[in-house]
């Protein structure tokens, strides 16, 4: 499933190195952390505010990954 993308995003380390571990050598480039820093924390299991301050981390986070369209 790896060949047809052109970037694969993980949302923390331990997933990145699955798909690291999983993927065939062509396909280990396009693998990247979605924040290049660090982890976005897993909110399951905890209240609206974790879930809340994902969801803005996420949001701030497509900057990295998304360019904006010309105005």
Not at 23 to 50: F, H, I, W
Request: glycine share 2%; aromatic share 4%; hydrophobic share 40%.
């Amino acid at each position: 499933m790896l060949d047809w993308a052109d970037t694969v995003l993980a949302m923390d380390t331990s997933v990145l190195d699955t798909l690291r571990a999983i993927c065939t050598q062509p396909n280990e480039p396009k693998l990247a952390l979605y924040l290049s820093d660090r982890d976005v924390p897993d909110p399951m299991g905890q209240d609206d505010d974790a879930f809340n301050d994902c969801a803005v981390l996420i949001e701030a986070g497509t900057a990295l990954h998304v360019s904006r369209p010309p105005q």
